[in-house]
């Protein structure tokens, strides 16, 4: 694992791990934050296009499939909740 320069990024780093799983036989890469599970899932929109949407959640969500991390996002922390989200490099 590669640190960082600055101290923020080091603790951001060393929060979150990549944890592999099997899911009906195939073997896959969950990214995680500090307790949550990034997952993804494909949604219809009202035009009929279909969009992958990415969340992350403590418990086991009814639908959806654990993923992870795209390579072109990065994690953010909501400073007043908590709660981790992704967004664009």
Not at 27 to 40: I, K, P, S
Not at 79 to 89: E, F, H, I, N
Request: net charge positive; with cysteine.
């Amino acid at each position: 694992m590669e640190l960082g320069t600055k101290t923020g990024e080091n603790k951001e780093k060393l929060k979150c791990k990549r944890s592999i799983s099997f899911l009906g036989g195939e073997r896959f890469m969950a990214y995680t934050h500090d307790g949550w599970t990034l997952y993804t899932r494909d949604v219809k929109l009202k035009g009929g296009r279909i969009q992958t949407i990415y969340f992350f959640s403590k418990r086991t969500p009814k639908s959806g499939k654990p993923c992870d991390k795209p390579a072109n996002m990065v994690v953010g922390v909501n400073k007043r909740t908590g709660l981790p989200y992704l967004k664009k490099k």
